[in-house]
């Protein structure tokens, strides 16, 4: 850890513009920069006094016909418990695998998000035996885009699933809440997809990343000469997105300014480009996500109530995956198939031990945490079965306590077969045992959720009739959609 609490990162980059780009925004999460031109330069930097207080290395791939696995290996051979990351404009996972044989952190690629960019760091400063776990690398897996792909049957994941595609339907906003990396984005592309407008584009905007005095361009757009540095024509978000979705991420993060503006577009339908003489009307569905509470962040007057109550016309929450350890399993099987189809990699399975390890953490990053510690593992693993040794950072967490155990009552006290079921709650907070309406229902919402709502099939696997299936809906309270 550099001296005085405050970190510093080399970049190995010879582009003066890349260059300041990368020191900003290292800037803005608290780092010092450093810059060396070269490999040549890079590993004598490591034995100056600046390089004995890094905290991470930077490494710009500038071309395709440059290796940076030999630079990689040489410092991790040097330095072993420095992070390396590796930033590259060609979008290849093959080059990401041997680089992170190479003995590489994490991986980002150009274009850079700021946000991006951001976590990757914070990653490398994690007091938790974290580091190496949430890294960014496997943003370059496709991720599924309809709801028969998306993989969960608890009770409250299929809940919220059901609701969101009742809503797809519908022109009307969708908020969506939870815990970041529960798979908000996921859910807003299958909504997208679902919906009448899936032929058209669905734009994403990360609030959190943009600049407060560049909201109102992103969004909106600006016309040439608008302002000092508006040297072209910029068409705004809202434009890009007309006829099809705008999924506004993290917009609890937006500016309390920028919030007033929305609010307009919204009640209007039109945007009014900075510049611009006339107003442009969009026709744009929205999707909002937050990993925060809206209503605390209205209390503490960080977020417009009106702006609220525009956005949550229908409202869904995606648990977190520690409420939800029985889906692991299959998550895991879907999540291997999927890295399994990169190039450079190879389908693998996955032993009991590796399994109820995985069972046995906290996943304070939650889906996302679980396909990078996956990816990782499957990268470095030489065998055909993943096993506990291809998790260490996990086996730390857990050991060290790092990982403090939320789950369930009936998952922290069940037998290993019985934490692989459906996810179904057995015991209240107390510790006493459920009343059985409530087991009861859970387990036919699940059988719902399992069969895509086809009733004959749920009555059948129940092994009861469709009339007396329709009874129990009735006198339970269940929306048969569930």
Same mark, same amino acid.
């Given at each position: 850890?550099?001296?005085?609490?405050?970190?510093?990162?080399?970049?190995?980059?010879?582009?003066?513009?890349?260059?300041?780009?990368?020191?900003?925004?290292?800037?803005?999460?608290?780092?010092?920069?450093?810059?060396?031109?070269?490999?040549?330069?890079?590993?004598?930097?490591?034995?100056?006094?600046?390089?004995?207080?890094?905290?991470?290395?930077?490494?710009?791939?500038?071309?395709?016909?440059?290796?940076?696995?030999?630079?990689?290996?040489?410092?991790?051979?040097?330095?072993?418990?420095?992070?390396?990351?590796?930033?590259?404009?060609?979008?290849?996972?093959?080059?990401?695998?041997?680089?992170?044989?190479?003995?590489?952190?994490?991986?980002?690629?150009?274009?850079?998000?700021?946000?991006?960019?951001?976590?990757?760091?914070?990653?490398?400063?994690?007091?938790?035996?974290?580091?190496?776990?949430?890294?960014?690398?496997?943003?370059?897996?496709?991720?599924?885009?309809?709801?028969?792909?998306?993989?969960?049957? $608890?009770?409250? /994941? =299929?809940?919220? #699933?059901?609701?969101?595609?009742?809503?797809?339907?519908?022109? *009307? %906003?969708? +908020?969506? !809440?939870?815990?970041?990396?529960?798979?908000?984005?996921?859910?807003?592309?299958?909504?997208?997809?679902?919906?009448?407008?899936?032929?058209?584009?669905?734009?994403?905007?990360?609030?959190?990343?943009?600049?407060?005095?560049?909201?109102?361009?992103?969004?909106?757009?600006?016309?040439?000469?608008?302002?000092?540095?508006?040297?072209?024509?910029?068409?705004?978000?809202?434009?890009?997105?007309?006829?099809?979705?705008?999924?506004?991420?993290?917009?609890?993060?937006?500016?309390?300014?920028?919030?007033?503006?929305?609010?307009?577009?919204?009640?209007?339908?039109?945007?009014?480009?900075?510049?611009?003489?006339?107003?442009?009307?969009?026709?744009?569905?929205?999707?909002?996500?937050?990993?925060?509470?809206?209503?605390?962040?209205?209390? $503490?007057?960080? /977020? =417009?109530?009106? #702006?609220?109550?525009?956005?949550?016309?229908?409202?869904?929450? *995606? %648990?977190? +995956?520690? !409420?939800?350890?029985?889906?692991?399993?299959?998550?895991?099987?879907?999540?291997?198939?999927?890295?399994?189809?990169?190039?450079?990699?190879?389908?693998?399975?996955?032993?009991?031990?590796?399994?109820?390890?995985?069972?046995?953490?906290?996943?304070?990053?939650?889906?996302?945490?679980?396909?990078?510690?996956?990816?990782?593992?499957?990268?470095?693993?030489?065998?055909?079965?993943?096993?506990?040794?291809?998790?260490?950072?996990?086996?730390?967490?857990?050991?060290?306590?790092?990982?403090?155990?939320?789950?369930?009552?009936?998952?922290?006290?069940?037998?290993?077969?019985?934490?692989?079921?459906?996810?179904?709650?057995?015991?209240?907070?107390?510790?006493?045992?459920?009343?059985?309406?409530?087991?009861?229902?859970?387990?036919?919402?699940?059988?719902?959720?399992?069969?895509?709502?086809?009733?004959?099939?749920?009555?059948?696997?129940?092994?009861?009739?469709?009339?007396?299936?329709?009874?129990?809906?009735?006198?339970?309270?269940?929306?048969?959609?569930?």
């Amino acid at each position: 850890m550099a001296r005085d609490g405050v970190p510093m990162l080399m970049l190995i980059d010879d582009e003066p513009a890349q260059r300041r780009l990368v020191s900003a925004l290292a800037a803005r999460a608290g780092w010092r920069t450093i810059f060396v031109a070269d490999a040549e330069m890079a590993i004598a930097t490591l034995g100056t006094q600046d390089g004995m207080r890094l905290d991470a290395v930077l490494l710009d791939q500038w071309s395709p016909e440059h290796d940076p696995s030999d630079l990689i290996r040489e410092i991790h051979d040097r330095r072993p418990a420095l992070p390396i990351l590796v930033l590259t404009a060609h979008n290849d996972v093959a080059v990401a695998v041997d680089a992170m044989r190479a003995g590489a952190t994490d991986y980002l690629s150009k274009p850079i998000a700021p946000e991006r960019l951001l976590a990757a760091l914070n990653a490398t400063l994690a007091e938790s035996g974290g580091r190496g776990e949430l890294r960014p690398l496997t943003e370059k897996i496709t991720a599924p885009l309809s709801f028969e792909d998306v993989v969960g049957s $608890a009770p409250q /994941f =299929r809940a919220a #699933l059901a609701i969101a595609a009742k809503a797809a339907r519908a022109r *009307v %906003p969708v +908020l969506i !809440e939870g815990e970041s990396g529960v798979g908000k984005d996921v859910i807003a592309r299958a909504i997208h997809a679902a919906s009448p407008r899936h032929k058209q584009a669905m734009v994403t905007v990360n609030c959190g990343a943009i600049p407060a005095n560049l909201v109102e361009s992103e969004l909106f757009g600006h016309e040439r000469g608008a302002f000092t540095g508006a040297f072209e024509r910029h068409v705004g978000k809202f434009v890009s997105a007309d006829m099809g979705t705008l999924f506004l991420d993290e917009v609890s993060e937006m500016p309390f300014d920028a919030q007033v503006k929305l609010l307009r577009v919204l009640q209007d339908g039109e945007v009014q480009p900075i510049g611009a003489r006339r107003p442009v009307q969009v026709d744009v569905r929205i999707i909002a996500a937050t990993n925060k509470r809206l209503t605390d962040e209205i209390e $503490a007057g960080r /977020f =417009r109530e009106d #702006l609220y109550y525009r956005l949550n016309v229908v409202q869904l929450t *995606v %648990p977190p +995956l520690r !409420e939800r350890i029985g889906d692991i399993p299959a998550l895991c099987r879907h999540l291997l198939a999927r890295i399994g189809s990169q190039p450079g990699l190879r389908s693998l399975g996955l032993t009991d031990g590796a399994l109820a390890l995985l069972m046995q953490h906290g996943w304070p990053g939650n889906v996302r945490q679980l396909q990078n510690a996956l990816f990782r593992a499957a990268v470095l693993c030489e065998g055909d079965a993943l096993t506990p040794l291809d998790f260490p950072q996990i086996t730390a967490q857990i050991q060290a306590g790092a990982s403090p155990d939320r789950r369930p009552v009936s998952l922290r006290t069940a037998t290993p077969s019985h934490r692989e079921g459906a996810g179904i709650t057995l015991f209240e907070g107390d510790g006493h045992v459920r009343q059985l309406a409530e087991i009861e229902a859970d387990v036919i919402r699940l059988a719902i959720g399992h069969y895509r709502g086809r009733m004959t099939e749920v009555a059948r696997r129940l092994g009861i009739g469709r009339s007396t299936l329709y009874r129990k809906l009735a006198e339970l309270g269940i929306d048969s959609a569930a």
